[in-house]
């Protein structure tokens, strides 16, 4: 621009500003102004005005297209203008926040002393707002951004904080010893700066002086940058979050923020709102931000008209609507977000005010709750749905796709470009991606539509585009190539399409799964509790191995092996790897994910070495292992022998070949479950770790090793396969001793404790120091026998924890097992009453005892009773015969008296004589004895 330009864009400026009335046309949420004196204006109006005056009465003047965001910005800075800013934040910050928090942020009082210490340094050096970014990444760090540089971040790592701080490069260079600093780098160009991270586990462990020159180095930055009349520091990057800005230049409390953050939001109530496919009427709610689509007649009384009609005199001011469209394949796309401003009972219409954030477009809710998407107003009620469609959370996090998407260049490839090599490729990717105003390599399930279509408008609509010229001078639109429909877009939609079949799998199975996760079957012995499981419960978490995808197939396979068969299987597919190539390789990393080792390198080494054949040279351990099978090269590769490994590992061949060409054997079934029965000697290094003897073969030396237990082993299986459900089965569940058994787990098995719930808690495991929880998708489903322990008498923690499930012995199912006279249901009965008048409930007696007999079958009957509910009612009534002889009946039990002949004394009164009750030796006729026993023939035998 020339300076006559400037000159008459600023005096139009300086017009529309002494005509803005800001109590009339001040637009709600607006964060960026222009001052001017007392008044301020968005620059978005300020433009906005000025343009159309230029436009239409200085028709001669050139017009600069500078609409939308930081180019206005910088086109007002240009003009001589101030930028001012609001601490606003969007709901889609705020909700980022309150999740980064929660999630990641576990020393709070670190996090407020970084806010804290933060305010005052902004304070201190009168710092614009405007100057400066503040941003969550996707590391993690939350950062303080001043010109192109991070200069002072907060993040957490095993456990402690660390605080990342610009300084000197000479104080670096002094300090770095001293202040141990675990991360450093440089910066290039002025100032001649480094930006350093310190690990804590207090805010008082920080040293004065660093505290108080990385001050000094960030009033050296901020003095470089603030009197820039370009704010491109400021570019509303995706990872900008104003929150921090709001919580930082306020001083605020975070956890009474994000407090009451969390009680306003669930306050609201959330509203999804239909246009009846009329895309001409919903440009018209979009630009004019009003909503009114019931277009039924006043007098309309139809069941569809009232139901409408009922919900819309529900919605509230405040209330947050989506306006929303609905079509095959159950496809949702949000075309608005926004807030009630007002409402009109008459007219039926809504006043919006629109919000920013990304819309939501992809499947739509479904299951019990999810609400009918074909109606004109839907209330959104479900905790998951809102965070989906209002908050852009679709359980999973942004992921960054680069480094996979050149993994897919080179497995699938078209043209061969850059002959294919990674480091060129993602050198380009770097320079494609700088192009765009979002970066086009952090995608999650929500936002890859808007991804591709971003490249489509900038690639390929607009030949003005910098990206467009760009690629038109390299090899006539390579980058374009790359980026474009038969590459970038079919990757995308290959990952993510099928993430979103998977994902409404899971969601499906989690509607429809209405099991308790943990649940106690209890009863009297033999009424079917472990019947129940393997008929009822077994084939619930049993599928064929056609349901799986090739990574659970290697799972399911690597889950069986040990360490030093996957390096072997590893190795044999690589034939002459490093060891960062086989640390790298597929089922080296599932094994890794399934054992939750964190010195996975360190085995890798371990095992190559001590099953090193005895004549390499190249290996100086002397302690080795049979079987020897590998050989180290001088130049640091790897190799196996073959022979050998068919004499100790034949498999490995069959189990590479069958990784390598996946197919899914249809017979083949795949348990997601465990079944184990408590008893006394089981604890909890069986159940969830513990330290356990090893004898390698061929070693005469016995070594220790932590070892992890059934539950734990099962838990990982789960984790890593989140789309499917699993389950421990416990028999017998109250003859351990549960408190031992579970140890800290009894807390982490609670179903909002689990992972990935609301109130997600994980313990670190004594033995091997690792963090570890429960997955939201094992079940955990025990049986227990009352005979043996009534359920009060079970651990008060445990009990809480767990719903009972009560199985008692049913009759009926015995009533057409018919002998002479009678039949099993009407026996059953009569004896299971009499025990719980003698006894109680708890000790009744099970049908199965009885399930598998015939009519007629007088020999097993008899076997029955003799060594299964005769030997059971003498443990219930500790040999009381006489209980026991009121319960069979003279059938069973037949009476003696006992006629004693006592010594004689003048002062001693001789006892009467004695009945006692005694089992019948021998019956002759079982038929009759049950008879005897129902009441219906009381001869004697």
């Not at 998951?384 to 999973?396: M, P, Q, S």
């Not at 765009?436 to 390599?441: A, G, K, Q, R, T």
């Not at 050998?644 to 083949?668: G, W």
Request: proline share 3%; net charge negative.
């Amino acid at each position: 621009m020339t300076q006559e330009e400037i000159k008459l864009w600023r005096d139009v400026m300086e017009r529309v500003i002494t005509e803005f009335n800001p109590d009339d046309e001040y637009p709600k949420g607006t964060k960026y102004f222009v001052k001017v004196g007392e008044k301020e204006i968005p620059p978005k109006v300020l433009y906005g005005r000025t343009y159309r005056i230029i436009e239409k009465e200085y028709p001669s003047a050139t017009l600069y297209d500078r609409s939308g965001g930081v180019k206005t910005n910088q086109f007002i800075e240009t003009c001589g203008f101030q930028i001012g800013e609001k601490l606003n934040y969007s709901v889609v910050e705020a909700n980022t926040f309150e999740h980064h928090y929660n999630k990641k942020v576990k020393n709070a009082r670190d996090f407020q002393n970084f806010i804290d210490f933060g305010f005052e340094m902004l304070q201190k050096l009168n710092i614009d707002m405007y100057k400066v970014r503040m941003a969550i990444d996707s590391g993690g760090d939350i950062s303080v951004i001043i010109g192109m540089r991070a200069a002072y971040t907060y993040n957490e790592k095993s456990g402690k904080s660390l605080i990342g701080f610009l300084v000197s490069k000479d104080f670096k260079e002094k300090n770095k010893t001293r202040l141990n600093f675990t991360s450093e780098y440089n910066y290039g160009g002025y100032p001649d700066q480094s930006f350093v991270k310190v690990e804590i586990t207090s805010w008082a462990d920080l040293d004065s002086d660093l505290l108080d020159h990385h001050i000094s180095q960030i009033k050296l930055q901020y003095d470089y940058i603030k009197d820039s009349k370009q704010t491109q520091w400021n570019v509303k990057a995706n990872t900008t979050n104003s929150v921090i800005k709001y919580l930082m230049f306020r001083n605020e409390n975070v956890e009474n923020w994000v407090t009451a953050l969390h009680e306003e939001k669930y306050d609201l109530r959330y509203w999804a709102l239909g246009f009846n496919s009329n895309y001409e009427r919903l440009d018209r709610f979009k630009n004019e931000n009003f909503w009114q689509a019931i277009d039924f007649d006043k007098n309309d009384t139809s069941p569809t008209a009232r139901t409408t009609r009922a919900k819309f005199v529900q919605i509230s001011k405040g209330d947050l609507v989506v306006i929303k469209g609905y079509g095959g394949s159950h496809d949702l796309i949000v075309h608005y977000l926004g807030k009630v401003n007002d409402i009109n009972l008459e007219d039926e219409t809504l006043m919006l005010e629109k919000l920013p954030g990304e819309l939501y477009r992809g499947k739509a809710p479904r299951g019990k709750g999810a609400g009918n998407w074909h109606d004109t107003i839907i209330e959104i009620t479900r905790k998951r749905d809102i965070e989906l469609l209002f908050y852009n959370k679709v359980g999973t996090e942004m992921e960054n796709v680069k480094d996979e998407f050149i993994k897919w260049l080179i497995d699938n490839p078209r043209s061969n470009y850059f002959n294919n090599d990674y480091d060129t490729l993602n050198k380009y990717l770097d320079t494609y991606n700088s192009y765009f105003d979002l970066d086009i390599f952090l995608c999650n399930q929500s936002n890859y539509m808007t991804v591709i279509g971003e490249i489509e408008k900038v690639a390929y609509l607009d030949s003005n585009s910098e990206f467009y010229k760009y690629s038109d001078r390299e090899s006539t639109h390579r980058p374009r190539a790359i980026l474009g429909k038969t590459n970038y877009y079919q990757f995308l939609k290959n990952k993510f399409q099928s993430d979103q079949v998977v994902i409404d799998k899971a969601a499906h199975a989690l509607n429809n799964n209405t099991m308790d996760l943990n649940k106690i079957l209890y009863g009297p012995p033999g009424t079917g509790k472990t019947y129940k499981l393997q008929r009822e419960y077994f084939d619930k978490f049993t599928k064929k191995e056609t349901s799986l995808n090739r990574s659970q197939f290697i799972e399911n396979i690597v889950s069986e092996l040990s360490w030093w068969q996957v390096v072997a299987i590893a190795v044999l597919d690589l034939k002459t790897p490093k060891v960062s190539e086989i640390y790298a390789h597929e089922i080296i990393q599932k094994k890794a994910q399934l054992s939750n080792s964190k010195t996975v390198r360190q085995t890798i080494w371990g095992q190559l070495q001590s099953h090193t054949v005895m004549e390499c040279e190249n290996v100086n351990v002397q302690r080795r292992m049979e079987p020897l099978l590998f050989y180290k090269r001088k130049n640091s590769t790897w190799t196996i022998n073959h022979e050998f490994l068919e004499e100790s590992f034949p498999e490995a061949f069959e189990i590479l070949t069958s990784t390598k060409n996946f197919r899914p054997n249809p017979d083949k079934l795949i348990r997601n479950y465990e079944f184990v029965t408590f008893h006394q000697s089981f604890g909890y290094e069986d159940f969830i770790e513990g330290i356990k003897p090893v004898m390698e073969e061929g070693s005469p030396e016995l070594t220790y090793e932590i070892q992890d237990g059934v539950f734990k082993k099962l838990c990982m299986r789960a984790q890593g396969d989140p789309d499917n459900q699993y389950a421990i089965f416990i028999d017998e569940i109250n003859r351990g001793n549960v408190s031992s058994i579970f140890g800290e787990l009894i807390t982490l098995v609670e179903n909002d404790k689990r992972i990935g719930e609301e109130n997600e808690m994980t313990a670190i495991l004594p033995y091997s120091k690792q963090s570890f929880g429960v997955p939201r998708n094992i079940h955990i489903i025990g049986t227990m026998n009352t005979a043996d322990r009534s359920v009060e008498a079970l651990d008060t923690a445990l009990r809480r924890r767990f719903v009972f499930e009560e199985i008692m012995p049913n009759p009926s199912l015995l009533n057409q097992i018919v002998f002479d006279g009678f039949n099993m249901e009407e026996v059953l009965r009569t004896i299971n009453e009499r025990i719980e008048v003698l006894l109680d409930r708890d000790h009744t007696i099970g049908h199965s005892y009885f399930i598998s007999l015939n009519s007629g079958d007088t020999i097993k009957l008899k076997s029955i009773f003799a060594n299964n509910i005769i030997p059971l009612l003498q443990e219930y009534f500790y040999h009381d015969y006489e209980k026991i002889a009121l319960i069979l009946g003279e059938g069973f039990v037949t009476p003696n008296k006992l006629k004693i002949n006592f010594a004689t004394f003048k002062e001693i009164d001789t006892p009467e004589s004695e009945t006692k009750y005694q089992l019948r030796t021998q019956i002759t006729d079982i038929e009759k004895a049950v008879r005897i026993l129902l009441n219906q023939d009381e001869q004697d035998q």
